[in-house]
């Protein structure tokens, strides 16, 4: 039986790498079309750079991740500090809270948050797209900085403050040290959460803020180009170079040890 | 670095410090929950409160362009029982039942692989996992219609057969390959976590007890990963029905899942109460999966190890 499981298991993680594969096989495809393959060709990379709709989408997608992943990373590292130290009552219902959004679906609260714009006039655009990924991404980052943050000695701030730290110098020369990895991890999936948001921007984006996803949700309802591919192709190596980034064991810490 | 010189020193002062509080009574530390306000605000109102909105949205009369002008009606819900929803809602819980079915089966048997390797082999599996579960879920689902439309590499390998015109795109089969491929990672990641904490002497114990390999799995690895199972089934079954891209590109949108109407009624036809309506189903769908996992977890059948 063993050796079954083996077989499917092997079968899944090939299963897994045929669309990565296909995705940069077929961006490197001089034809046109999908049927034939007419050698290598980088023609449809040069082609994404000249389309200047898509690189204004680009930008937008790039603001809006920055914005998102900088201000996630700063409520969670303060959310996790303040949750290593907090000793009273109801921390379980905070941390509950904090993670209800990863538990309701997306689609609900993108179509809540647009309620609620609508309803009080405020017009869509980057702010509005910036609260929606916020939400979605602070659970995640939060929970990477608080498994980090655990694992700090709670007499920490006493000890720095013996030696003459101020609460600021405290956060600046030990906090922030110690915890270098998880913010960088916590900022990165942040950032790739937003880039990569396509149900939230659907409610939330307004004229002249689409994203990138949106842009390529719109041309793929029309018909697949290979240039869409070939951006396709970046999207994959820029997952790649983030995932090796915050690197295999905070990763499964994040995944993994974090359910369990 | 002037940083890791303070790191040093405070990690030395550090044991010195404690000595000296544990004697003195222990003191609440200071600006705990100021620090936690921000994060917990944020959830009060980008999600709570909008919540709360929808639910009242629901129950509201709409006007003639579909926004809310109020009052308090049930006919939101009455009209779900029309066929048009009722048979979008009765499609989307099936289909989603199947893809958790699988994506359990599979993630299992998965999860069960990872865990019989090596230590070492094992994060090299789990980034191959993690890989396509960060790639862009539009990637992941537009790399399909290269792979199974017309003139992709299936229908090239089928065109040698002399099946010609071959195309899975659009149908049923391509958006259920799609769902599959896109929440596969996700149902795994928890089940490893469950199975990786289990005993391995256990698995050699039941085998000397004379367990068969069913024996051991439904004995003893089955029940035991039961949390990481359960969890894996609410991040996949709720999950799935609220998707809409998918059915669109690889299904043509011809049977579309709850998360279709939902986007149909706030951004086409912007019916908000009814949209409202629609979501509020999707919400109770998902308290009544998180209550059952709930109460499956409270009682562990005692038949186990």
């Known amino acids: 039986m063993d050796k079954l499981v083996n077989g499917i298991?092997?079968?899944?993680?090939?299963?897994?790498?045929?669309?990565?594969?296909?995705?940069?096989?077929?961006?490197?495809?001089a034809s046109g079309s999908s049927s034939n393959f007419e050698g290598l060709?980088?023609?449809?990379?040069?082609?994404?750079?000249?389309?200047?709709?898509?690189?204004?989408?680009?930008?937008?997608?790039?603001?809006?991740?920055?914005?998102?992943?900088?201000?996630?990373?700063?409520?969670?590292?303060?959310?996790?500090?303040?949750?290593?130290?907090?000793?009273?009552?109801?921390?379980g219902l905070y941390l509950a809270a904090i993670a209800l959004p990863l538990i309701v679906p997306e689609i609900v609260l993108g179509v809540a948050l647009l309620s609620v714009f609508s309803s009080a006039k405020i017009p869509l655009g980057v702010p509005t797209l910036v609260l929606g990924h916020l939400i979605v991404a602070l659970p995640l980052a939060t929970l990477v900085v608080i498994s980090a943050a655990a694992m700090l000695d709670p007499s920490l701030p006493e000890a720095a403050t013996d030696l003459g730290c101020t609460p600021w110098q405290t956060f600046?020369?030990?906090?922030?040290?110690?915890?270098?990895?998880?913010?960088?991890?916590?900022?990165?999936?942040?950032?790739?959460?937003?880039?990569?948001?396509?149900?939230?921007?659907?409610?939330?984006?307004?004229?002249?803020?689409?994203?990138?996803?949106?842009?390529?949700?719109?041309?793929?309802k029309t018909g697949i180009t290979p240039s869409i591919n070939a951006l396709g192709a970046l999207l994959i190596l820029l997952t790649l170079v983030i995932v090796l980034t915050v690197g295999v064991n905070q990763m499964r810490r994040i995944l993994v040890d974090s359910r369990s | 670095m002037t940083?890791?010189?303070?790191?040093?020193?405070?990690?030395?002062?550090?044991?010195?410090?404690?000595?000296?509080?544990?004697?003195?009574?222990?003191?609440?530390?200071?600006?705990?929950?100021?620090?936690m306000l921000p994060g917990l605000i944020a959830v009060a109102l980008l999600a709570l409160a909008p919540l709360f909105i929808v639910a009242r949205n629901s129950f509201a009369v709409a006007d003639n362009y579909g926004g809310i002008t109020g009052g308090f009606t049930l006919d939101n819900y009455a009209k779900l029982l029309d066929p048009v929803y009722s048979k979008t809602f009765l499609f989307s819980i099936?289909?989603?039942?199947?893809?958790?079915?699988?994506?359990?089966?599979i993630g299992y048997l998965t999860s069960y692989y990872i865990v019989s390797r090596p230590e070492g082999k094992q994060g090299f599996l789990l980034l191959l996992v993690i890989i396509p579960f960060w790639t862009d879920f539009l990637v992941r689902t537009f790399a399909w219609i290269t792979i199974l439309g017309s003139g992709g590499p299936l229908a090239g390998v089928l065109g040698i057969f002399g099946i010609s015109g071959f195309s899975l795109i659009p149908s049923n089969v391509a958006v259920f390959l799609g769902l599959l491929y896109s929440f596969l990672p996700t149902a795994i990641f928890p089940i490893y976590a469950s199975m990786r904490s289990i005993d391995g002497s256990l698995k050699e114990a039941a085998t000397d007890l004379?367990?068969?390999?069913?024996?051991?799995?439904?004995?003893?690895?089955?029940?035991?990963?039961?949390?990481?199972?359960?969890?894996?089934?609410?991040?996949?079954?709720?999950?799935?029905?609220?998707v809409f891209v998918i059915p669109v590109l690889l299904g043509g949108g011809?049977?579309?899942?709850?998360?279709?109407?939902?986007?149909?009624?706030?951004?086409?036809?912007?019916?908000?109460?009814?949209?409202?309506?629609?979501?509020?189903?999707?919400?109770?769908?998902?308290?009544?999966?998180?209550?059952?996992?709930?109460?499956?977890?409270?009682?562990p059948k005692p038949k186990g190890a």
């Open chain 1, 9 to 29: 298991a092997r079968g899944v993680f090939v299963f897994l790498y045929i669309p990565i594969v296909a995705v940069i096989v077929y961006s490197f495809n």
């Open chain 1, 41 to 91: 060709s980088l023609k449809w990379y040069a082609e994404l750079f000249q389309d200047g709709q898509l690189l204004s989408t680009l930008r937008t997608s790039a603001i809006v991740a920055v914005i998102t992943a900088t201000v996630a990373t700063a409520i969670a590292v303060m959310f996790a500090l303040g949750s290593a130290r907090y000793r009273g009552r109801g921390k």
């Open chain 2, 3 to 35: 940083a890791t010189t303070v790191v040093r020193k405070v990690h030395t002062v550090t044991s010195v410090t404690r000595a000296i509080h544990l004697k003195g009574k222990e003191k609440p530390p200071r600006g705990a929950f100021g620090l």
């Open chain 1, 172 to 220: 600046t020369k030990v906090y922030l040290p110690l915890l270098r990895p998880s913010v960088i991890a916590a900022w990165l999936l942040s950032f790739t959460t937003s880039f990569s948001n396509i149900v939230m921007s659907t409610f939330l984006s307004g004229v002249g803020s689409t994203t990138l996803p949106l842009k390529i949700y719109s041309s793929l």
């Open chain 2, 254 to 299: 011809k049977d579309p899942l709850i998360g279709n109407v939902i986007v149909t009624l706030y951004t086409e036809f912007r019916n908000q109460p009814m949209g409202a309506a629609v979501s509020m189903v999707l919400l109770v769908l998902m308290f009544i999966s998180m209550a059952l996992i709930g109460l499956a977890l409270r009682k």
């Open chain 2, 210 to 242: 004379g367990c068969s390999w069913w024996g051991v799995h439904r004995r003893v690895i089955l029940p035991l990963s039961k949390p990481g199972i359960l969890g894996a089934a609410l991040l996949t079954f709720i999950p799935t029905m609220g």
């Open chain 2, 94 to 105: 099936g289909l989603a039942l199947l893809n958790t079915v699988i994506c359990l089966v």
